[in-house]
């Protein structure tokens, strides 16, 4: 009965180091990533979505988008609008629980 009791406890440990060893594994490949250098095509990659953060702040909205880009949101707008009533569509909504 000890030895079951020694076993079952023995198991339990063994699952809780288990998790324990993948999950600073897994974070450990994370911070190894991002401490060594990207190969080239990773970099370029990284480079335009930052490229892309810093023209898109600066425009306020989507970056080179053309007049037809602007027609078809105002009308996709307008039709929600009619659909679904007032309000900011651009937005997110805010839920209020009482």
Known sequence: MILRQILRLSSLFHSA?????????????????KAKELDPVQKLFVDKIREYNTKSKQAGGPVDAGPEFQKDMN????????????GDLTKFPEFKFE
């Open 75 to 86: 009308e996709s707008l307008a039709r929600l609008q009619r659909a679904y009533g007032e």
């Open 17 to 33: 180091v288990s998790i324990h060893l993948r999950r600073n594994i897994g974070l450990s490949a994370i911070v190894f990533n």
